[in-house]
Structures are given as C-alpha cells and as structure tokens.
C-alpha cells in the first residue's frame, strides 16, 4: 500500500520453481502496482490517519508472508477478529481498493504486451483475425465448401443482466480515468507534476466514494448500463470487425459471395428476459427497445453532424455526381452560404429524414432538433443507399480517402446497427407458458383442464389451434394476473417488431424446455397476439424465432429426440421454411452444472451436441447453438476462443451465439482494445470451427465417446452423493458461505432464486456459484473429476496413458482439464476451513468439509498426472502471474468475512457490521474477476 509494496518476483514459494512467465517485460506491470499501492497508501494516511495506515500496512505484509509460506495465517486471523467493526471496515475497504487497481494495472499491462507484440512484427497471436486466416490460407479450402459452411454466418455476444457484476458505475468511471492514466504514460512524455496530481485526486474519490449501492439496481438501471458500452467500445469496434472480416474473406474467394449481411451482431437480454424476474413486464420491453433505438439513432445522427462538417467540398472546385445533387436539391437547406456545398445540403438533408425516423419510432430526436421536416425512412437500407450515393460521389472525384474514413464507418455502423441497435430476445419458463395457456383454452372452451392432458394430447390440441387465424380471447377478457402480464408483454413485443423491424426482438427463448408441446405452446401465445400467422398467403410466417433451452442433465440427454420431435411437425417444419430452414437451440450450462457436477455437465452439452448437429443434418435444416456460458467455469466459462474451438464437429456451422454476463462484460469490452481482442476472439474461433477440422479424434472418436461416458457418470455419482444426497448439505452449504447475506447485496434486480425454498434445486445457479468462490471452495468447477479420473485409471498405467493421449489430442478434454485447473488455482482450502467453522454441528461440519478436502487433493493430484504438468497453471502463466500479484490481497479479506458473518450470525445487528460483510463479498468478488 505504500512504498514497502511487495515486488511481483518476492511472491513465490522459496526454493520452488521459476515461474514459466518470469520476464522482464513484466516490469512495467510491478511498477504500476508500486505506483498505485504507494498512492492508496498515502491517500489513506491522509484520510484515515497514520494508526489506519500503520493497520493496513502491517496487515498487508503478513498477508504477503503467508502467501510464501513464512507464517501461519492463525496469526493474522486473530488479530483481525480482535478489530473493532470501525478499524475492520477501513481494513477491508483498503484491501478491496487495491484488488481494483491491481485489476487495473494488469489490464493495461495486457494491452502493452499486445502492442509490444505488434511493434516488433512477431507472429499473430492465437486467437486473432491475423492468426486464423493464416491457419485458413494453409488449408487451402474448396471455395465452395466455404460458401457452404458459411452462410448465414452469424457471431451473436449476447449481453445480460445476470447479477454478478458488484462495483457501481461511479468506480467505473473512476477506474476509467485510472487505466487513461497509466496509458498516457507508457512512450511518451507527460508531466509528471500534472500527471501525479491526476492521479491522486483519482484515487482520492476512489476512496471517498461508497462501494456499495444504497439500493438494489433497477432493471432500467440495468438496460442503461449494457447500453453505455456501445459508446465505450461496440460503435467502433463491431462494425470495423465486420468490415474487416467481410474483407479478408472475399479477398480469399471473391467467387464465393460470402457475408452479404454482418457476421458479428450483439443481442441483449436486459429487458427480454423474465424467466423468474417479475420486473420484466410489457413496460420493460418498451423502455429496452426504445432506449436501444435511441442509442442507435442518437449515435448516427451525431456522426451525420460531424461528417456535414468535414464535407465542405465546394462546386465550383469539384464536380459531385447527380444522385448527390438530388439529395442536396432534396434536403430543403436554402441556405446561402452552403449554396456551393452540395455534400453539406445533402447530408442535411439525410439529418433530417433520420430525425424523422426516430421521431416515428421513438417519440422524440435524439440530437438536435432539425429546421425542417422531411419524410422518414423507412428501412435502413434506404439510408444506407443515400451514404453509398454519397461514397461514390466522393470517389468520382478523387476524394477517396474522406469515403474511407467517417463516411465509411457510419455505413458500417447503420448496416450492424440499423435503427434498432440490437436484437432484444424474450425468455420465459415453460411452466409459465403452460399455466397462461391452460387459462386462455379454458377461457375460450377449447380445453377445460389442459394440464391434465398427456403429451401427444397437447401437441394434437396445439396443433390445431395454429390452423386456425382466430385469437382464444378478446382484448378485454378478464384474465388472472400472470395471464394477463404475458400477453400484455407480447403485444408490447409486438407492437416494437411493427415500429423497429423484426430485428428488434429476434428469438424467444423457452426454459427448461422439455417437450414438443412446450414448444407449440409458445407459437400459440405469438399467434395470439399477431406475432404468428399460419394463414399467410405463401405458408406461415413469424419474425421471432422459437428457441427452446436444455438446462438439466436429462433435458440436455433427450435433447436431440425432442428437436426430431418437433421437426417432424408439419406445420412447425413449414414455419421454419419461412425463416430460412434455421433452428436455433440453446444450451444451459449453468443448471446442468448444478444438477450434475463439472464433468458431467461438459459431456452431457457436448453429447447434446452431437445428436442436435446428427437431427438437423437429418431434417435438412440449419442448427444454430446459442451457448448460455456464465462468467465462471462452475457455469461454463472460461477462455471463449478455446471453448469454441472445442465444439463438436459440425457444431458451429458458421454461426453461434454466447452470453455475456456480468462482471465479464466490463472485463470485455469497457475499453475498444479489450472489446477487439474479446470480438476477434469470438469471430476467429468461430471461422476455425466452421471451416477447419479441430477435433482431431479422426476414427477414435467413438472410443473416446464412449471414454467420457464412463469418466462423465462416475463424475456426477460422486458430485451427486455430496451434494444432492449427503443428508445436512444443504445446512452445511448455507451456514458455510454466505449465499443468505449474498441476497442483501444489491447487484441485480432478479431474486436469488426461482422460487421459496431451501432446496438446492430452488437456488438459481448464479449465487449457488458466487458463494462457493467467496468460500474459495469453487466447488462447481471440480468436484467429483478426481473421483472419476482415479477410479476409472484404477493404478493401470496403460489408461492413464490413455488419458494423457485424449489430452494431447482433443480441444473439448484438454480445454475441459485447462479450465479445471485455472478453478484449483483459484481454490484455498485453507481459507475454506475458516468458512468450515461457521457450520455450528461440529460432526456435520468435519463430515462435509472432509469429503470435499479429499476429494479436491484426488482432483488436483489426477489432473496433474493427466496433464504431466507440475503445477496447475503450467499452460495459463498469465494466470498464474495474475494470482502472485492479486491473491496476497484477498487473505485480510476472507478472515474479515468471516468474523463479520459469525458476528452477525450470532446476534450483532450493527449496521457496520452488515456492510462490512457486504464489502468483503464485493472486494473478493472484484480480486477474483470471475466469481459469478
């Protein structure tokens, strides 16, 4: 915290092995945590004064002393206990200000080793466009197979509101100036006076600014935050990703017409998504879709100001095409004094049909208002063939350049942009739709009791009432609450679709989809409300596709008979014919993980997998897999380019869609670096799995199948006994980690779980993670692999160097055992025998935690042996470097949150103690980056 900062190379075990990154290009990266530990240090003597600093300081290098294994960590949770609650919330706001700055520095140190990299002409690196179309221009590709897997090639990072993202967007503005800072220092002169006086005041509100929120995010607050990282990031980055791959591909096979539309398309949730969520209602999806269109159309407007600006071309100089003067002629500008300046009429002229367009579909103009109206577009397409009027315009007389640069990018912008910024799916529980839908047959007279009818009964029914044009009920029938908020929020859906364009609300996603029937459901409520028309002349039409979700670890089993089930529906197979013959299906890997454990849930996904891709190349159809990856690898994160490429064969296809959630979308893309690296990440993956053959199993691919099908159930019989079977671990779970003062923290507008009860089942997977990484147990992302790696090697050699093979080998095992290790890597069972004390049965407590130690030595023991590395990040130094520097930090932390949670457990109602608890949640969720 002050100069004494510990150096990056001082972190390691004594007399145990260099690190793989040790290198002297890290330098930069202990000065700036120097720099910043120094200033924290000195902002809080002034602050709190020299006892605070003196605590802080000498809590900082015991911390430091038992990472190198000096000291035991007794010591130091003692004498944190004795704090009285006001010295332990300056203690634990101290250490959660350095994890943000530490986070800070390591991000800018990230990207100067990239621009490092790209200064001295190295090789691309894995993972971006450079690399892979290198790795495609060495396949030499039949052209024709390109156009094949690649069309209707769709990249789709879907954005969410899942509530794991803790810090205030006050401290990420204020980390915004911080990483500006270190940048501006990095090759070239500042002043230093300035410079140190910028960052101080920096720091300084850093530390006079409340962490927590003082109430719980609203979802409006949610669907204003996703939005303020298009102008971070996502306006400039996406469409150049676009334009750059469109090129490179057509460059590679001009014949091919490969791209006709972007590839890379963002799609939010917030505001969609109400699957147990009751502020999700008919208002929430207005306010989203309007809010999305402004930010859109404010952002074109804005750019068409700035580029009427720089066009000041004069007539009597240069010679415009007619279609400009048509435009200019068009624009109703009269003005003199631009009389000689076409392109600055004309493009007034574009200003104005635009204001008119948002003022259609929004209300109001976002900009300023405009003199004159003219009459709107009507699709972007029309304002896209007025900018290429312009374009060539410019082009004709030898002003190139200026097309290539604003010009260009605004096209770019409104052709992924559009009017209606992004796609806003819905998502609703199956359940929901059967109880709603149960009410408007009975309602109507088709069908008394719906829910008692079987399986084949219900798709009979369904199927008949989309034969038929007319609606179950009347606008005015008087309807349960539940019903009434459904339907509501469908015509609320409908009406944005009528306004922005079927992009606007592209898919509806089921939950816990399980049936034909829980499919044809949801086509019947679309019809209701007009979405839907299976009367159409030319075959029945919807522009919302039907998107069902396999969560569970049956759901994902029976995955691939359900999706045969509903293609061989005539009528649903028609519809699909009118969308282009492509079916999306989305994967849960959240409650899988849940319900099954880590193995099993990766093999029952990538099984589901390949059924899905065997039933659409059957039906004759288009699958798209549309991946719900959480921040965590307890719920499917991890490094997305890897995963990717560890797909099954045939799995991508040219197109995915992924979500964003939480913590991860400011980790991704707060900055334009971090936004193209993560992009060009998801698009290059996405192109090598298309198009390349990655898997490499070749005809072993059955016996490894049938390898992980062993692995996979002995994995989740041993996840199972602890956690769905060992009788008190639901008791053990809740008094061992903080899930139930987790609920007070206000980070989301969704309730911690679906529905009352204390069942695990009931939990929603989000907090069932978050708690297990604030225990540093990360129970999610292991338990039960060691047990099904040991007892299927059973000591016989020859499997192990079966395994070993597999690894080598397979991206899907290697990626799986990699992600494993970076979560071993992140456990402290240590520090989790401090959480272990909080379980007041004494038996329980020991049975539970013993279970889970000896399973984590079996874990952490096979993967090693598996993998032949000696520690667990030996293919992850950044990792690795990453924990040295960060993890010190979190030691004071932990033992704070657990005095504070035993405190208020036993009786203290002090509101500082209650905060305390919720800092160290948000300071060790902030040091662990993906804790959610």
């Given at each position: 915290m002050s100069e004494a900062t510990v150096d990056v190379a001082d972190l390691r075990v004594p007399g145990g092995p260099a690190e793989p990154d040790d290198r002297t290009d890290d330098a930069p990266l202990r000065e700036d945590m120097r720099l910043l530990g120094r200033?924290?240090?000195?902002?809080?003597?002034?602050?709190?004064?020299?006892?605070?600093?003196?605590?802080?300081?000498?809590?900082?290098?015991?911390?430091?002393?038992?990472?190198?294994?000096?000291?035991?960590?007794?010591?130091?949770?003692?004498?944190?206990?004795?704090?009285?609650?006001?010295a332990a919330n300056h203690v634990i706001r101290a250490f959660s200000h350095f994890s943000l700055l530490a986070n800070l520095a390591e991000d800018v140190h990230h990207e100067r080793r990239r621009r490092h990299h790209r200064r001295e002409g190295s090789p691309p690196q894995k993972g971006s466009l450079a690399a892979t179309f290198e790795l495609l221009d060495r396949a030499a590709l039949d052209p024709a197979v390109v156009a094949t897997e690649l069309q209707g090639a769709l990249v789709s990072p879907v954005v969410t509101a899942h509530p794991t993202e803790v810090r205030r967007r006050t401290i990420s503005q204020v980390q915004q100036q911080v990483s500006s800072l270190l940048r501006q220092r990095d090759g070239r002169d500042v002043d230093e006076r300035a410079w140190s006086a910028h960052l101080w005041r920096e720091v300084l509100t850093l530390w006079q600014t409340a962490l927590l929120r003082l109430s719980r995010l609203r979802l409006a607050d949610e669907i204003d935050e996703a939005l303020r990282y298009y102008d971070l990031s996502l306006f400039a980055v996406v469409p150049a990703i676009n334009a750059e791959v469109r090129q490179a591909l057509r460059q590679r096979w001009p014949d091919a017409d490969l791209l006709p539309r972007p590839m890379l398309l963002p799609v939010s949730w917030i505001g969609g998504d109400r699957d147990g969520n009751p502020f999700v209602t008919a208002d929430a999806v207005r306010r989203a879709t309007t809010r999305q269109a402004e930010t859109a159309l404010g952002h074109h407007l804005a750019e068409l100001v700035c580029l009427a600006d720089e066009l000041s071309m004069s007539d009597r100089l240069?010679?415009?095409?007619?279609?400009v003067y048509a435009l200019a002629d068009a624009s109703g500008d009269g003005s003199p004094f631009r009389a000689d300046e076409p392109y600055r009429r004309a493009l007034r002229g574009v200003y104005r049909r635009l204001a008119a367009t948002a003022q259609r579909a929004i209300g109001s103009v976002p900009g300023p208002a405009p003199d004159a109206e003219l009459p709107p577009y009507d699709v972007p397409e029309e304002l896209i063939a007025d900018l290429d009027a312009v374009d060539a315009s410019l082009r004709s007389h030898g002003a190139g350049p200026l097309a290539d640069d604003r010009l260009a990018r605004l096209?770019?912008?409104?052709?992924?942009?559009?009017?209606?910024?992004?796609?806003?799916?819905?998502?609703?529980?199956?359940?929901?739709?059967?109880?709603?839908?149960?009410?408007?047959?009975?309602?109507?007279?088709?069908?008394?009791d719906y829910a008692a009818l079987d399986e084949a009964a219900r798709v009979e029914l369904l199927s008949g009432e989309l034969r038929v044009r007319r609606p179950l009920v009347r606008p005015d029938a008087e309807l349960s609450e539940l019903a009434r908020g459904e339907l509501d929020l469908l015509v609320a859906a409908a009406r944005q679709v009528a306004v922005l364009g079927p992009q606007a609300i592209p898919t509806y996603v089921i939950s816990m989809c399980e049936s034909v029937s829980d499919v044809l459901e949801v086509a019947v409520l679309l019809k209701e409300v007009g979405l839907l028309d299976t009367g159409a002349e030319g075959g029945p039409v919807c522009p919302i596709g039907i998107s069902p979700l396999f969560e569970t670890i049956d759901d994902l089993q029976a995955a691939g008979a359900t999706l045969a089930a509903m293609l061989d529906q005539p009528l649903y197979r028609a519809l699909l014919a009118g969308r282009g013959d492509v079916q999306e299906v989305m994967l849960g890997y959240s409650d899988s993980n849940k319900d099954g454990g880590y193995l099993a849930a990766n093999w029952a996904l990538y099984r589901a997998e390949l059924s899905l891709v065997e039933v659409a190349r059957r039906h004759g159809v288009r699958l798209r897999l549309f991946h719900g990856r959480g921040g965590t690898v307890g719920r499917g994160g991890g490094p997305s380019y890897e995963a990717i490429r560890a797909q099954p064969p045939g799995a991508v296809a040219g197109a995915l869609r992924i979500t964003e959630q939480g913590e991860v979308i400011a980790a991704k893309y707060a900055s334009p670096d971090l936004a193209r690296r993560n992009l060009e990440a998801l698009v290059a993956a996405t192109l090598e799995a298309s198009l390349l053959d990655v898997e490499g199993l070749g005809d072993d691919a059955d016996d490894a199948y049938a390898l992980l099908?062993?692995?996979?159930?002995?994995?989740?019989?041993?996840?199972?006994?602890?956690?769905?079977?060992?009788?008190?671990?639901?008791?053990?779970?809740?008094?061992?980690?903080?899930?139930?003062?987790?609920?007070?923290?206000?980070?989301?507008?969704?309730?911690?779980?679906?529905?009352?009860?204390?069942?695990?089942?009931?939990?929603?997977?989000?907090?069932?993670?978050?708690?297990?990484?604030?225990?540093?147990?990360?129970?999610?992302g292991w338990y039960g692999t060691g047990t099904a790696l040991e007892s299927w090697v059973d000591g016989d050699e020859s499997r192990l160097a079966r395994l070993q093979e597999l690894h080598r080998r397979w991206p899907f095992f290697r990626t799986v055992l990699s992600n494993m290790g970076m979560v071993l890597a992140k456990t402290d069972l240590g520090l989790a025998?401090?959480?272990?004390?909080?379980?007041?049965?004494?038996?329980?407590?020991?049975?539970?935690?013993?279970?889970?130690?000896?399973?984590?030595e079996r874990t952490c023991r096979m993967l090693l042996a598996v993998t032949g590395d000696d520690h667990l990040l030996a293919d992850n130094p950044s990792l690795a470097r990453s924990i040295r520097n960060r993890f010190p930090y979190l030691e004071p932390l932990h033992h704070l949150q657990v005095e504070m949670l035993r405190r208020r457990r036993d009786g203290d109602d002090d509101e500082l103690v209650r905060r305390c608890i919720q800092l160290t949640i948000n300071g060790v969720a902030t040091a662990l980056r993906n804790s959610g």
């Open positions: 200033v924290l240090g000195q902002v809080i003597g002034e602050q709190a004064g020299a006892d605070v600093l003196e605590l802080v300081e000498s809590t900082r290098l015991e911390a430091f002393r038992i990472r190198r294994s000096e000291v035991d960590r007794a010591g130091l949770a003692d004498r944190l206990a004795a704090l009285d609650v006001r240069v010679t415009p095409t007619d279609a096209r770019d912008a409104v052709e992924v942009f559009g009017f209606h910024l992004c796609g806003l799916d819905m998502r609703q529980n199956s359940a929901v739709h059967e109880e709603v839908l149960a009410e408007l047959l009975a309602w109507a007279g088709v069908c008394g099908d062993d692995l996979a159930g002995r994995a989740q019989g041993a996840y199972r006994a602890l956690v769905h079977e060992t009788p008190g671990f639901v008791e053990w779970f809740r008094a061992a980690t903080p899930i139930r003062e987790l609920a007070e923290l206000n980070i989301g507008s969704r309730p911690p779980s679906r529905k009352a009860g204390d069942r695990i089942g009931d939990l929603r997977a989000i907090p069932w993670v978050f708690s297990w990484s604030q225990a540093r147990i990360m129970l999610p025998a401090r959480y272990a004390e909080l379980v007041p049965d004494p038996e329980l407590r020991d049975r539970v935690f013993g279970q889970i130690t000896a399973e984590h």
